[in-house]
């Protein structure tokens, strides 16, 4: 089975901060995502990486950064926290098909910015 | 660019009951439609996808969806629902060729009431 790893379930953080979310997947997916989820707004995607040290932004990246230094391994980063960026962020990977393949999601990190 | 609509946010049922969470998308070719559950406090799981071929799809847990282009519509359904799928559903649009990021609905909350 796919396992997406989210390094956080919980965190809280203070406005300007700069914040880390990781997320490791162990299916050597090609494709990586991020999505944040807001209540009456579903899932909206932030980023995504289809190799290493490839991203693309997604429709909300403002704010946002992401590294990806290894196939497995996708980071969100907040370069200085907001309280509008206090959500729930969910990290998903596929294989990489040239169409739309189904996404493993992680469990997770809701993020609180104080 | 493609769009999902999920015109219902919750949803209360009996348990036992028959169920219906409907979900419209916008998009200009054959789409590849997906529907997602995410249980409290998880990450989302694959409930089934349609990509091409029988408009009748199958999926985990007792649930099917309909494919139906003139309507363009891709509803789930259930013959019977348990308490344990008390859960919101995303429904999710991507494409074929080119673009591998899917697009979520807003979800649409599932309550079962004994």
Not at chain 1, 15 to 33: A, I, P, R
Not at chain 1, 44 to 65: A, N, Q, T, W
Not at chain 2, 85 to 104: I, M, P, Q, S, W
Request: proline share 4%.
């Amino acid at each position: 089975d796919v396992k997406v790893t989210q390094s956080s379930r919980y965190l809280v953080k203070r406005t300007g901060e700069k914040v880390f979310l990781e997320c490791v997947q162990d299916m050597d997916h090609e494709n990586m995502f991020w999505y944040r989820q807001d209540p009456g707004l579903g899932l909206r995607l932030i980023y995504f990486s289809y190799d290493v040290k490839m991203k693309e932004k997604g429709d909300i990246p403002e704010g946002y950064s992401v590294s990806r230094e290894k196939k497995e391994r996708f980071s969100l980063i907040l370069e200085s926290a907001s309280t509008n960026q206090t959500s729930m962020y969910l990290c998903a990977s596929s294989t990489r098909t040239g169409r739309s393949s189904p996404l493993h999601f992680g469990n997770g990190t809701r993020l609180t910015v104080t | 660019a493609q769009s999902v609509t999920q015109p219902d946010i919750h949803i209360t049922v009996s348990e036992g009951a028959s169920l219906e969470l409907r979900c419209n998308y916008s998009y200009g070719a054959t789409p590849y439609l997906f529907w997602y559950v995410q249980s409290p406090g998880q990450g989302l799981q694959l409930l089934l996808k349609y990509f091409s071929g029988d408009t009748l799809v199958q999926g985990i847990k007792g649930f099917e969806a309909e494919f139906k282009r003139s309507q363009s519509s891709f509803n789930l359904r259930k013959p019977s629902v348990h308490w344990s799928d008390a859960a919101e559903y995303f429904c999710a649009v991507g494409r074929d060729f080119g673009n591998e990021k899917l697009t979520f609905g807003t979800g649409t909350r599932l309550t079962i009431i004994p």
